[in-house]
Nanobody, 114 residues
Framework: QVQLVESGGGLVQPGGSLRLSCAASGFTFSLYSMSWYRQAPGKERELVASISNNAVITNYADSVKGRFTISRDNGKNTVYLEMNNLKSDDTAVYYC???????WGQGTQVTVSS
């Protein structure tokens, strides 16, 4: 059974940091690129960052470049999203995905507010 379980969300002040984790199971994690998406209230779901299966290639939305870092540990079947200098516009539910198989996690809420 495929599972993607996100954790690490929460409430943080502007300028703060959070690290999201996504633990994967039920498929061969090391074979697939992985992505993080987010969806803010009333907005379309958007791609935040992607990482290739061997972590050589990463891509970021323009809005998060220089602030967010995606990484993975294939030995732990886990993908991470390090988020720094958070802004109110980063408030959203963040989802971990395997885009090739269209697997999605349940999401974790990130709220940036003073």
């Amino acid at each position: 059974q495929v599972q993607l379980v996100e954790s690490g969300g929460g409430l943080v002040q502007p300028g703060g940091s959070l690290r999201l984790s996504c633990a994967a199971s039920g498929f061969t994690f090391s074979l697939y690129s992985m992505s993080w998406y987010r969806q803010a209230p009333g907005k379309e779901r958007e791609l935040v960052a992607s990482i290739s299966n061997n972590a050589v290639i990463t891509n970021y939305a323009d809005s998060v470049k220089g602030r967010f870092t995606i990484s993975r540990d294939n030995g732990k079947n886990t993908v991470y999203l390090e988020m720094n200098n958070l802004k109110s516009d980063d408030t959203a539910v963040y989802y971990c995905t395997n885009p090739w198989k269209n697997y999605w996690g349940q999401g974790t809420q990130v709220t940036v507010s003073s």
